[in-house]
Structures are given as C-alpha cells and as structure tokens.
C-alpha cells in the first residue's frame, strides 16, 4: 500500500476500516538465507533495508526476540544531530544527517523528521571556547553550526532561565539547525516495511540462543524456533550485544551495558520548540508534538540489563530541567521508563567485521544511537555484502582498542559511564 | 538500591561512586605485552546476572567496597572491604532491603 494525502483521504471516507498490515506476519523463518540480521531495532532492520536497496540482496531476514519496536528504538528521546569534535564522527553522523533529510519520502513513510535545531548551551567563556572549536571542526567538514551569545540564546528559548542570578549563568550556546527529533516508532515501522517489500523476512518473537558453526566459520543461528543457516549473519542487538556475541566465542568486548532514562511530562501548550541540552550538569529537552517534554540525562552509572533504573537519577534530572526553566517546577511526570545501553570503552561505535569468518559486529552506540540508524544501516550494509568496511565507519573497528585508535570524542578515558 | 557499607551500615545509592568491574586482573607494572594491557584496560565480561564490582562509599567512610550484584535484577547479595582492610570485617548481605 502506497501512503499518499490521495490514499489518506479515501481511507477517510471508509472510516479507516481498509488500511492493511505494514509487513508481513511471519511466524517462521525459512531454513536458509543469504544474510540474516540478527536483532530487530532500527539499526537492524535499517540494515536489511540497505541490503535488499542497495546491495540487491533480498533474501535476508531480521530475527527479533520481542517485537519490532521494543528495544532503544523505542525508548529513546529522539533527537538527531551531527554536531560532533572528531572528524572520523563528523563524516559518519552527517552522512546520517542527509540519509534524515529524505528519510521520509525514500521510505514513503512519515517519520516526523523535525529540523528544530539542537542548541548545546554553555555556562563559561572556557565551555563557549570548547564548543567554538566543535563547531569550526563540523564546519569544515561542511556541517550547519551557528555559535549564539547569550542574547540570542534568550531570543531563541524564550522560558529559559538566562538571569546572572542561576546558579550556572548561561554565556552562550552552539546551534545546529538542522539538528532535531523524528517519531522513534515510525523509523523502525517504516524502515521494517520497506524492508518487507523489497522481500526481507522479518520474524518477532524468536531469540537467538546460539550460532551455528562450521570449524570456525559461522554458518548461522540457533533459535527458539530452531536452526536457521545463512552466508552470513550480522549482529545489531545494542544493549546486549555482549550477551548474544558470548554465544559467538567472544568472551570479552570493549562494551558494558548501562541502563539510560527518560521521561516524559504531562502535555503542555507549545513552549520549547528547539533542543535544548544544559552544559553545567547533564539535560536534553525537546517537547513532543502531543505537547509532552521528553528528557533526559546521565546514565544511571553502574552496569546493568534491567531495563529500569533508580530515583536519584529521576531528581537530579528533574532538579537541572527546573534550574533551566523554572516554569516547570510544579509540571508533574507521566510517563518514564529505562533502556539498556552498549556504553563502548571510548564513546564511540563498532561497526565491523569481526574476526570469526561470516559474523559482523554493529554495536557500542551508547546513549547517541537513534540519530545513527540511518547511516549505520547503510554502512552495516555495505560492510556484510562488500566484506569491508565502507570509508564512513572504516574507523569504528573492534580491533582500534589494540592498536591505540580510539575514538574518544570527550576525552573521557576508558570508563563506559562518563561518555 | 541500597548498599550495606561494612563500616556504617545501610546506606543509599546516592552515597556511593561506581568503579567498574572488580574480576580484571592488571598486569605487572612494567609488562611490555599490548594484549594482557589491552584486556585490562579496555575488554569487559559485561555479565548479564551476578557481577563483581567496586564502589566507593565516597560520602561515607570513603573506603573502596566489592560488591556482588545481579545486573538483571539490581539486587546485591554480597559487600565486601576491598583492600589491605580486606577480611577484617566479615561480608554484608543485604537481601533485607533493597
Ligand atoms: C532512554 C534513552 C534515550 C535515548 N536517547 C537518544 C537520543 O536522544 N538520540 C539518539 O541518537 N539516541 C538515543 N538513545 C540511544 C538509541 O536509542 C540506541 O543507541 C539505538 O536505538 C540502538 O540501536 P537499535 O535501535 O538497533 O536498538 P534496539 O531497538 O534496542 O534493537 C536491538 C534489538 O535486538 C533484540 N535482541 C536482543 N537480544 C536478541 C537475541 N538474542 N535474539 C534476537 N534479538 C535480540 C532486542 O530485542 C532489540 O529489539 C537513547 C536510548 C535510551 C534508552
Ligand atoms: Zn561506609
């Protein structure tokens, strides 16, 4: 079914009864495939997407333990961007960038892509220093980024404390314009129907429990719903990643999983119509076209697989979004939940092939994952069907630990819960 | 989530720092091999279930504690003192209170 204001209508006048399922419901997989993705996020059924788009391999299947939709894909807050340090990261998440930008028409799907604007605010001229060093990086690398002074951060978030009296004064800020949020759930329906109809096989409900081998070549993977064989297998399982890969052989990854908040407020009428992170402590804000704020913060900090976390992050979280704008202070919580993150050793991904011949590694996206499903499902992509990397994430190796090739973005050092 | 610090009893999350993995084993100080130091420094078990780490009671009595917690379900079965204090106070359970 094509979606159209042509097809909306007539579906309007049939009262809405006739709009058809969005992918095929497959209770079982087939005995063999060509690829097959193992977990069922964004990134994984991006992945397969790009498979069948570009590469002309279509028969493939995406393999999900739950539904599509139930993991970080899910859970995020949304908010897209490009506005990073390194080079190496630049290139990556701005090719992402303009993969958003045709999003929704490439998919014929609405993923509610917003170009808001992200603005980082800083609260000193050392911190305004830092981001004007950002910004002339993403700059060269012909990226969108404008540094504001106090007096257009005010002009641009009207609500926001930017007195002399806060406790962290704000002295300016870095834009990115063309930084903003999409609608989580749409971008995984809409890259799992495209994916449907160019002929992937998409199977909820069915857990990858082991890999099968032959010597030490994988040929494909266990399920509860039996064994299935492949060419190849690339594996997109984010927050346990190190779980599924254990089952590989690898008993150690340069990964740890934390779990991330985020919360969501009762509806208000429009009055954040941007990004918004705080600099002093750890806050990212937007407002949902509902009129909900979504934010977030820290991680919780310490290594976890329950996708819940602990209320001393709920406080200081709500306790920034009040310094910031103090007209929330009595706006009451409706909804919060948790999601596991692959926290890498130095902030940045993996996407790669791994040293056991036939399975691929996408991993380690840490709390920055939702604005890379594009891109990193197209660089996934290109890695499984030409068996080497692309040029775009030719630096997100597994092995560049070893060989002292980190990509620490903030240079915080090897510890998963600073990045 | 509450932790029962050996030294000053049950104490709340808020009071204590995390320090990571406490089963990595450091290799000698002057060790040339890129691969155990790479292990150490970088490479992580990641254990879904029951996990040793560090904490520090930093706004407590500030010693170094192991802990070993399920990461699937947040709950701690055992405290332990890390250190040359080790095995002078015996092990904290606290299944009690959560
Ligand atoms: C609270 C929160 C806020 C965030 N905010 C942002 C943000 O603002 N911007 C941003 O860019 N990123 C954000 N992220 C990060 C982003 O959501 C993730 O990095 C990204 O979604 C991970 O990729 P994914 O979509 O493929 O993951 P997921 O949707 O988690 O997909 C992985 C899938 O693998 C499946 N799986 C696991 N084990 C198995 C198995 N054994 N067999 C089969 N399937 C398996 C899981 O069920 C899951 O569906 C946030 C994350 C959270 C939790
Ligand atoms: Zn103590």
Not at chain 1, 187 to 207: F, K, M, P, Q, T
Not at chain 2, 4 to 17: A, Q
Request: one cysteine or more; aromatic letters at 10%.
């Amino acid at each position: 079914m094509h979606f159209s204001a042509l097809s909306l209508a007539r579906q309007a006048l049939k009262g809405h009864r006739g709009w058809t399922r969005t992918w095929r419901a497959l209770e079982q997989p087939k005995s063999h495939y060509d690829v097959i993705v193992v977990g069922g996020g964004g990134h994984g059924l991006a992945t397969a997407y790009y498979l069948a788009k570009e590469h002309g391999i279509t028969n493939v299947a995406v393999i999900e333990k739950g539904w599509i939709g139930g993991g970080n894909v899910g859970r995020n807050t949304t908010i897209v961007r490009s506005n990073y340090l390194l080079p190496q990261n630049n290139r990556f998440y701005e090719w992402g960038m303009k993969l958003w930008e045709g999003m929704s028409r490439d998919l014929n799907y609405n993923v509610m892509f917003s170009q808001r604007g992200v603005l980082n605010l800083a609260h000193s001229p050392a911190q305004l220093e830092g981001y004007m060093r950002r910004g002339n990086s993403m700059r060269i690398n012909g990226i969108d980024a404008e540094l504001l002074d106090r007096d257009q951060v005010a002009r641009m978030v009207p609500g926001m404390d930017v007195s002399d009296k806060a406790r962290f004064p704000v002295a300016g800020g870095l834009l990115q314009p063309r930084g903003g949020s999409a609608r989580h759930d749409a971008v995984a329906w809409g890259y799992a129907r495209g994916a449907d109809s160019l002929g992937v096989d998409i199977i909820e409900n069915c857990e990858v429990q082991g890999f099968l081998f032959e010597g030490d070549r994988i040929v494909g993977v266990d399920t509860v719903k039996g064994p299935v064989r492949a060419g190849k297998v690339g594996v997109a399982v984010a927050g346990n990643s190190s779980r599924v890969l254990a089952k590989a052989g690898f008993e150690r990854l340069p990964i740890e999983s934390h779990v991330l908040q985020a919360f969501v407020s009762e509806p208000l009428k429009p009055l954040i119509d941007t990004v918004v992170t705080f600099g002093a402590g750890h806050l990212y804000i937007s407002q949902s076209d509902k009129g909900g704020l979504v934010f977030g913060g820290d991680l919780d900090g310490y290594n976890s697989y329950a996708q819940r976390g602990n209320l001393p992050i709920v406080q200081d979280v709500a306790s920034m979004a009040v310094t910031l704008f103090p007209n929330l202070s009595r706006l009451r919580l409706l909804r919060h939940w948790g999601g596991v993150m692959d926290m890498s050793m130095d902030g940045s991904p993996i996407i790669d092939k791994s040293p056991k011949e036939g399975l691929y590694i996408n991993a380690g996206w840490c709390y920055g994952g939702f604005k890379a499903t594009p891109a990193s499902g197209w660089c996934f992509a290109h890695t499984i069907a030409r068996d080497e990397p692309h040029d775009l994430n030719a630096a997100f190796r597994l092995d560049r630990f070893r060989t002292g090739r980190t990509l620490d973005e903030k240079g915080a050092g090897p510890v998963p819960r600073l990045h | 989530m509450y932790l029962n610090c050996p030294f000053c009893g049950h104490r709340h999350l808020e009071e204590f720092t995390y320090e990571g993995d406490a089963t990595i084993s450091w290799p000698t100080l002057d060790s040339q091999d890129i691969g155990s130091w790479t292990d150490t420094v970088y490479q992580r078990r990641n254990p879904a279930g029951p996990h040793r780490e560090y904490w520090q009671h930093v706004h407590g009595c500030r010693q170094f504690l192991i802990v070993e917690r399920d990461t699937t379900t947040h709950s701690i079965h055992k405290v332990e003192v890390a250190g040359p204090w080790a095995g002078e106070t015996a092990p904290r359970n606290t299944e009690a209170k959560q």
